[in-house]
């Protein structure tokens, strides 16, 4: 079935470090797909998306492209700010309803 | 637009009593999402209606879990008795479903529920 693998965390930077978070896929068909972002004691928000391959979503800064070839969907930001910690879930929408959650990967920025 | 509405916030209730959360969700959504939230197993996906309907329940737990979507703006999970193992963060989504995959959900800011 369809699945979305993102790498564990915690993971923890300091402020105006490069972040990356990797995540994969499997899907058939052709998928959309999706990061979210959850701040403390918040629901999950939409990041950025992509719907088709090598498209780039982006938003505040972070990046994503979909790239067919290896399946992957890496969430980047350059320059994290201490605001940027969350838990960050990638996604990905196949040929039905649901949304495929990875498990998440908890960020904290330090100052 | 308001965004998808949950209430309460927060309930905390005792093992045994009914609890009842209720979403409002985005006008013009017909696609409604139950999911649930905890350190253990993340995020789970309990229940999805479509224009009203339940597609899908394969998620909900046991049969002290039921949900209702009367009309298109409400919808209603409700724990009858409840347990301790219940306490989680639950939220609701919504989006459009165009037959497309394009559209991603919009979530509430959920209902945190302690059983004590």
């Known amino acids: 079935g369809d699945s979305v693998t993102q790498m564990e965390g915690p993971v923890t930077l300091s402020e105006e470090a490069f972040l990356t978070i990797n995540c994969t896929y499997t899907?058939?068909?052709?998928?959309?797909l999706f990061w979210y972002v959850q701040y403390p004691g918040e629901g999950l928000q939409l990041l950025l998306k992509?719907?088709?391959?090598?498209d780039k979503g982006s938003n505040k800064g972070f990046e994503a492209t979909y790239r067919k070839e290896t399946t992957s969907f890496h969430l980047e930001k350059g320059s994290v700010q201490v605001s940027d910690s969350a838990v960050y879930f990638c996604?990905?929408?196949?040929?039905?309803?649901?949304?495929?959650f990875g498990a998440g990967t908890t960020v904290t920025v330090r100052a | 637009d308001a965004g998808v509405i949950q209430s309460p916030r927060h309930e905390v209730t005792e093992m045994g009593q009914e609890v009842t959360l209720r979403c409002k969700p985005i006008?013009?959504?017909?696609?409604l999402f139950w999911y649930r939230q905890t350190m253990m197993r993340g995020l789970e996906l309990l229940i999805y209606?479509?224009?009203?309907?339940?597609?899908?329940d394969s998620g909900m737990p046991e049969d002290r879990f039921s949900a209702k979507m009367p009309n298109a703006s409400f919808s209603t999970l409700k724990i009858q008795p409840s347990e301790p193992r219940d306490s989680a963060v639950y939220f609701c989504?919504?989006?459009?479903?165009?037959?497309?995959?394009?559209?991603?959900?919009?979530f509430g800011s959920g209902t945190r529920l302690t059983v004590v």
């Open positions: 989504a919504s989006s459009l479903e165009a037959g497309a995959t394009i559209y991603g959900y919009t």
């Open positions: 899907a058939t068909g052709y998928p959309s």
């Open positions: 992509a719907t088709k391959a090598d």
């Open positions: 996604a990905l929408r196949a040929n039905d309803y649901k949304l495929s």
């Open positions: 006008s013009g959504h017909n696609s």
């Open positions: 209606f479509n224009n009203n309907v339940p597609i899908d």
